[in-house]
């Protein structure tokens, strides 16, 4: 069974958690143009390597951040959005 | 044992013809490399030849040929879709298929079986009448029928579902089939090596050159090779093929599992689909049960399989069929499914020019083999979509024109 560690619980089986997509960052809607707006709202890094993603703990509805690894499904890390410097 | 056997066992050479040359060194130059040996690039490369006379193409295979989501797939052809869009184009692939053993001249045991995708609910029953409408409008053979005419093609079937989930009814669609998916790589791939198509397996493609925003050639690990025409028709591999040449796409990877069970006596003449129950199933004409369910949860880039899928699979399938308790599991697999979130494909001409893209087939990619690759080479060679896939053109995204097809995804992605 595959285990993730949940930044509030601890280490929880799998199917307690949601996959959120990968952590992107959003344009200014005012300022950017509509060719970069589409790009957002569309368009997907759809190569593999270490990415920051949004996993949801669905037990205590916690959302959080986990540094994952998508060719190999290793997790390096997990924290809450924002305290990322402090792990 | 046949005496034509007996004395090729025997022989000391075995010169049985081989489906396509051995080729090891690429020439310094083609008219159009695909990059891909699956269906759909040995379909684009056999249609360019003969629909379109350009014979002086490369097919370049990281693997070997058909051994990627062409091998993988549950070998299901349908055309029983959402949208007029795609009912059309994956009614013209099945015309195709249909006819495809004779133009090949290789027995792809296709082989019409109908097929009932089943309502659990009310909803999907409005799913299903819907479905059916577009599909007789467009010329379609699909009806909605109610639980008797389900239990007249497969008396097997526990209608209630153990209990759990009643059958209402279900959509009927005719034309249903199931091919030998392996036979439809081969049998291109030596249709295409006849007209001259040249095909090179264990070849994989590192880096592509463009210069001023065109296509100038392709690095590959048996060395570079020029062309102004590239058709990536790779499936999984698809988001890393386009990070060569810096285009955006919306595909994200996902594994689709399947698996089958040992050989029975033929008992399922028909296919069964549940959205609901997350289950398609088949029998193969070996007799195993064919079986898929929906996508893994979670982005992977691997073709790992996973316990947690079988367990799943197969408490539905015993929901359906109790009877099956003793039958065992043999095979399980996974391929790397290219998801678009509109459940379209993604087909045509790319902001890089000379860069063509057959990708996004995400689990309904095997049906569409031969349209794909008949489309794709008219695309090719014109440098011009044809009207048949104009909706599922890239630049649909920016142009906010989504396809729509979720409703008619063969299980609940």
């Not at chain 1, 809607?29 to 190569?47: E, F, I, K, L, M």
Request: negative net charge; glycine residues 10%.
């Amino acid at each position: 069974m595959k285990l993730i560690n949940c930044p509030i619980n601890g280490v929880r089986p799998v199917s307690e958690f949601v996959f959120g997509g990968e952590l992107r960052e959003m344009p200014d809607p005012d300022q950017c143009s509509d060719a970069d707006w589409a790009t957002y709202v569309h368009h997907r890094n759809g190569a593999p390597g270490l990415k920051k993603e949004w996993w949801y703990h669905a037990p205590s509805g916690t959302w959080f951040i986990a540094e994952r690894n998508t060719m190999t499904e290793e997790i390096v890390r997990t924290y809450l959005f924002g305290q990322e410097e402090e792990k | 044992m046949p005496y034509r056997l007996l004395k090729f066992a025997l022989k000391k050479e075995h010169d049985e013809p081989r489906f396509f040359r051995a080729l090891e060194t690429p020439k310094k130059s083609y008219d159009a490399v695909i990059i891909g040996g699956g269906g759909h690039g040995l379909a684009a490369a056999y249609y360019l030849a003969k629909d379109h006379g350009i014979t002086n193409v490369a097919v370049l295979e990281r693997g070997y040929i058909g051994g990627g989501n062409t091998g993988r797939n549950t070998t299901i052809v349908r055309s029983n879709y959402l949208t007029p869009e795609g009912v059309n184009f994956y009614d013209a692939s099945v015309k195709i298929y249909e006819g495809l053993s004779e133009e090949l001249d290789l027995n792809l045991f296709y082989s019409t079986r109908g097929h009932f995708t089943l309502a659990h609910t009310e909803s999907a029953m409005r799913t299903m009448r819907w479905r059916a409408e577009v599909n007789k409008h467009v010329g379609v053979e699909s009806y909605v029928v109610g639980p008797d005419e389900i239990a007249k093609a497969c008396p097997q079937l526990d209608l209630s579902c153990s209990g759990k989930a009643p059958i209402l009814g279900a959509l009927f669609h005719a034309p249903g089939s199931v091919a030998r998916h392996d036979a439809v790589a081969w049998g291109y791939a030596r249709g295409a090596d006849r007209l001259g198509v040249e095909i090179f397996q264990n070849t994989e493609v590192t880096g592509i050159d463009v210069q001023g925003g065109k296509v100038a050639g392709v690095q590959t690990s048996r060395g570079y090779i020029a062309t102004n025409r590239v058709l990536s028709a790779v499936a999984g591999f698809t988001p890393r093929v386009c990070k060569m040449v810096d285009v955006k796409t919306p595909i994200v990877i996902h594994p689709l599992q399947a698996c089958v069970t040992e050989p029975m006596k033929p008992w399922l003449d028909t296919i069964l689909v549940s959205g609901s129950l997350h289950v398609y199933v088949s029998q193969s004409s070996r007799g195993e049960l064919v079986m898929g369910s929906s996508l893994d949860p979670y982005e992977v880039h691997s073709t790992r399989s996973s316990l947690d899928f079988v367990e799943g699979l197969t408490s539905h399938m015993l929901d359906m069929f109790p009877f099956l308790s003793n039958i065992k599991v043999v095979r399980q697999w996974a391929g790397m499914a290219d998801m678009t979130p509109d459940f379209a494909p993604i087909m045509g001409k790319t902001p890089v020019d000379g860069f063509y893209l057959d990708a996004g087939w995400g689990t309904w990619g095997f049906k569409a083999t031969p349209i794909s690759g008949k489309t794709m080479a008219e695309t090719i060679a014109r440098d011009k979509a044809p009207e048949l896939i104009h909706s599922f053109r890239l630049s649909r995204f920016e142009d906010y024109e989504l396809t729509g097809e979720k409703g008619a995804a063969s299980v609940g992605h």
